[in-house]
């Protein structure tokens, strides 16, 4: 499949309940990063599925860790891997880019700060969550900004409401790198193995909707079948 950024390190093996049981009803689980190119592509089709899905069923914005963890700068190699596929987006989706970022040969493509920042914004306003994921994407990819920086993901938070002092002190907390590997667990848990992935799931049965970019055209009458049955 190549509408997809597949995960580094995936980890199927992993079997918990609790990672895997979203609750009693209808619930639709996205797996994502906000660092993902693809991800960035199907934004748009993501907020029309959050919108059908108010009032008929739980959204949830799952972080699954593209590359968590990354210590060194992208060498030559990795820089042009990933311009095609900022490229290959922007020509498939119309969604903006900053190619600048390519100048920068320093950038070190670490993915857990920003997931943990989305995981931060959910536990301070779990309604801001999917807003939190669309700002750091749309910081990233088309106004070129450092977001693995507490600063910027402090910026971001208020500008979408929160409060960047209550941000700042729980994203450096404990409790949020648990509970960020909760989320990258959780994603291997279901068998999630690239982003952008779409899940819907009720009473213990589940299936995937989406497995890479797909246009919400494409998914509509299949999720409003579902969401109405």
């Known amino acids: 499949m190549s509408d997809v950024c597949t995960i580094d390190g995936t980890d199927a093996s992993i079997s918990d309940k609790q990672a895997i049981d979203p609750g009693p009803g209808k619930h639709v689980l996205f797996f994502g990063d906000p660092m993902c190119s693809w991800c960035w592509g199907f934004e748009p089709e993501l907020q029309r599925l959050a919108g059908l899905s108010a009032g008929r069923a739980h959204f949830h914005v799952i972080m699954g860790g593209l590359r968590p963890g ?9 820089r042009s891997y990933i311009r095609h596929h900022w490229e290959e987006v922007h020509a498939k989706t119309g969604q903006p880019f900053d190619f600048a970022r390519f100048n920068d040969s320093g950038f070190i493509y670490d993915t857990e700060p920003a997931c943990r920042a989305v995981i931060t914004a959910r536990h301070l306003n779990p309604q801001r969550a999917l807003a ?38 729980y994203f450096h907390a404990d409790d949020a790198r648990k509970q960020v590997a909760f989320d990258f667990k959780r994603t291997h848990a279901f068998g999630v193995q690239g982003f952008p992935s779409v899940l819907c799931a009720e009473d213990g049965q589940y299936a995937f909707l989406a497995l890479g970019y797909r246009t919400f055209a494409s998914m509509q009458d299949d999720f409003n079948s579902w969401l109405d049955a």
């Open 70 to 78: 990354t210590r060194t700068p992208w060498d030559a190699p990795m």
């Open 132 to 169: 939190m994921y669309e700002a750091l994407q749309r910081a990233f990819y088309a106004d070129n900004k450092h977001i693995n920086s507490p600063d910027v993901l402090a910026e971001l938070a208020s500008q979408i409401g929160l409060d960047g002092g209550q941000f700042l002190s």
